[in-house]
C-alpha cells in the first residue's frame, strides 16, 4: 500500500496498472508547488481500471497538508488507510491513537523546502518542500527572559501575520525579520528562532506573499519598538529560497536601504538577484550548497562577485553538499556559526540572552519554547518497547542510510517506507515517525 502526500501527478497517471496496490493521495486545494488536479486524476485513473483509491484534499495547507490546522484529520485518515490496506499492528504500550499523536506532538513538523518558479528561471518547480522543519511555540509560560506573541498582524491584510520573540531586559536590540520560502510559513522557521534568542536578538518570523510584504513586516516592528524592545536602526532579514529572493529584493529597494541593516540569503541567490545590486547595499550574507538541484549556487556566486566589484560588504559560504538545506545536520553547527558571527559583526551585538541558568538546562528546556531542527534523536532509551538503529546502510552508495524504529514486542508488525522530497533528507520525517 502507499500513500501520497502533495506528490500525485498527471504524469503518473501514465504508470497505473490493474495490478496496482492501494493508493491514499493526500493534497491541498491550495497547493502552489504541485497542483491537486494531479492528485485527482491519478485517483480517477485508478477507479476507472477498478484499483483500490483514496483521496482526501484538505481546502487550505499549500504544500504542507499536514499543517497544524489538518493535522489530526491528517494523521487519522492515514492510520485508518494503513490499518485497512496494511494491516493491523499489535497493540503498542505507549502509543495510540492520531489524537493522541496530536496532544503528544508540539515537536518538529517535516520540513518541505519546495520552491516554485516565480518569474525566476532559477526557481524551478519541484515534488517537496521548505524547511523548513518545525513549529514555534508561545515562550511566556515557559521563561522568564524571553517574551514571545503569536499570530500578530503586521497590517491590515489576513494573511499577515507574524510571531515575535523578544526579551523582556538588556534594553534595545538588533531585531531579524525572517522570511520563509515557497509553499512554506512562519512555523518553518524553528531552528533559527531559537537561534537568534539565543544569540539575544529579536526574531520574528512572517507569513508572506512578496518582497512588499516584508517591508511592511519591518515598518511594524519599526512602529513597536518600544513594545518589543528592538533597536530599529538595526533590523535584518534572513531569506530563505524564495524567501532569500523576496529579501534581496527589499534589502536592494531603491532609497529603502535604511530598512535593512544586513541580509542573510540562504538557497535564495539568482543572477537576476544580481541586476538589482547597487553601491549602497548594506552587508549581504550568502550562503548555498555546491549540489543544489533546485536554486542553481552560480546564482550566489554571480551576487557575491557583483558586490565585491561595487565595493559593498558580502559574504560567501558555499557548503560542499546539502542540497537545497545547507542547514542540515552534517552542516548545522558550521551554518549556523556563520550566520552568527556575520550579524555579530554587521546587525549588532545584543546583550547577552541569559535565558537558562546553564547549557546543559538551555539545550534541555528551550526545546520547549521553539520546536527543534526536524532531527530525530535516538529513542531507545527512553521507549523500553521500541528500538531505534540510526544511519543503517540499505545499499553500497553511502548516502543510502535510512533510520529504523522497531517493536521488540508483538512479533511480526507492518513496515513503512517514508520518503522525503526533494532538498529534505530522512531527519524531516519525524511526524511521520512518531505516529
Given amino acids: 500500500a502507499a500513500v501520497i502526500v502533495a506528490g500525485g501527478t498527471s504524469s503518473g497517471v501514465r504508470k497505473i496498472h490493474a495490478g496496482a496496490p492501494p493508493f491514499l493521495f493526500i493534497t491541498a486545494a491550495d497547493d502552489p508547488v504541485v497542483n491537486a488536479e494531479g492528485s485527482k486524476k491519478m485517483h480517477e485513473k485508478f477507479q476507472s481500471l477498478g484499483c483500490t483509491s483514496e483521496l482526501k484534499i484538505f481546502p487550505t ?44 506532538d508540539d515537536e518538529e513538523e517535516e520540513e518541505e523546502e519546495e520552491e516554485e518558479e516565480e518569474g525566476e528561471e532559477e526557481f524551478k518547480d519541484a515534488p517537496e518542500e521548505e524547511e523548513e522543519e518545525e513549529e514555534t511555540e508561545d515562550v511566556s509560560a515557559t521563561s522568564g527572559k524571553i517574551l ?119 538557497a535564495g541567490g539568482t543572477s537576476s538577484g544580481a541586476k538589482q545590486i547597487h553601491a549602497n547595499a548594506p552587508p549581504f550574507l550568502l550562503i548555498t550548497a555546491e549540489d543544489d538541484k533546485l536554486v542553481n549556487p552560480e546564482g550566489s556566486r554571480v551576487m557575491h562577485a557583483k558586490f565585491q566589484k561595487l565595493g559593498c560588504t558580502s559574504e560567501l559560504k558555499m557548503f560542499k553538499s546539502g542540497g537545497h538545506s545547507p542547514q542540515r545536520k552534517e552542516n548545522q553547527e558550521e551554518f549556523l556559526a556563520t550566520i552568527e558571527k556575520f550579524c555579530k559583526k554587521h546587525l549588532g551585538v545584543p546583550p547577552p540572552a541569559a535565558l537558562l541558568d546553564s547549557a546543559e538546562q538551555e539545550e534541555e528546556e528551550f526545546a520547549a519554547i521553539v520546536e527543534g531542527d526536524g532531527s530525530m534523536e535516538d529513542e531507545s532509551e527512553t521507549d523500553l518497547d521500541i528500538v531505534s538503529k540510526m544511519d543503517v546502510g540499505y545499499a553500497t552508495e553511502s548516502y543510502q542510510k535510512m533510520d529504523i524504529h522497531y517493536h521488540e514486542t508483538g512479533g511480526l508488525r507492518p513496515a513503512v517506507v517514508l520518503v522525503h522530497g526533494s532538498g529534505g533528507d530522512k531527519s524531516y520525517m519525524g511526524l511521520l515517525v512518531r505516529a
Fill in 61 to 104: 495547507g499549500g504544500h504542507s497538508p499536514q499543517k497544524k490546522e489538518n493535522k489530526q484529520e491528517f494523521l487519522a485518515t492515514c492510520q485508518k488507510f494503513y490499518a485497512k490496506h496494511l494491516g493491523v499492528p499489535s497493540s503498542e504500550a505507549h502509543q495510540g491513537t492520531a489524537e493522541d499523536v496530536e496532544e503528544e
Fill in 148 to 266: 514571545s506573541e503569536m499570530d500578530v498582524s503586521y497590517s491590515r491584510k489576513s494573511h499577515h501575520k507574524l510571531d515575535i520573540y523578544y526579551h523582556e531586559t538588556g534594553g534595545k536590540r538588533p531585531a531579524v525579520v525572517l522570511v520563509h520560502g515557497a509553499g512554506g510559513d512562519k512555523s518553518k522557521m524553528g531552528l533559527l528562532v531559537r537561534a537568534f534568542s539565543g544569540w539575544g536578538y529579536v526574531a520574528a518570523p512572517i507569513n508572506y506573499k512578496g518582497a512588499g510584504d516584508i517591508g511592511k513586516a519591518i515598518k511594524f516592528l519599526k512602529a513597536n519598538a518600544g513594545k518589543y524592545n528592538v533597536d530599529k536602526n538595526h533590523i535584518g532579514l534572513y531569506g530563505f529560497s524564495r524567501g532569500g529572493r523576496d529579501s534581496t529584493s527589499k534589502a536592494l529597494a531603491p532609497k529603502k536601504k535604511e530598512d535593512v541593516a544586513a541580509a542573510v540569503i540562504v
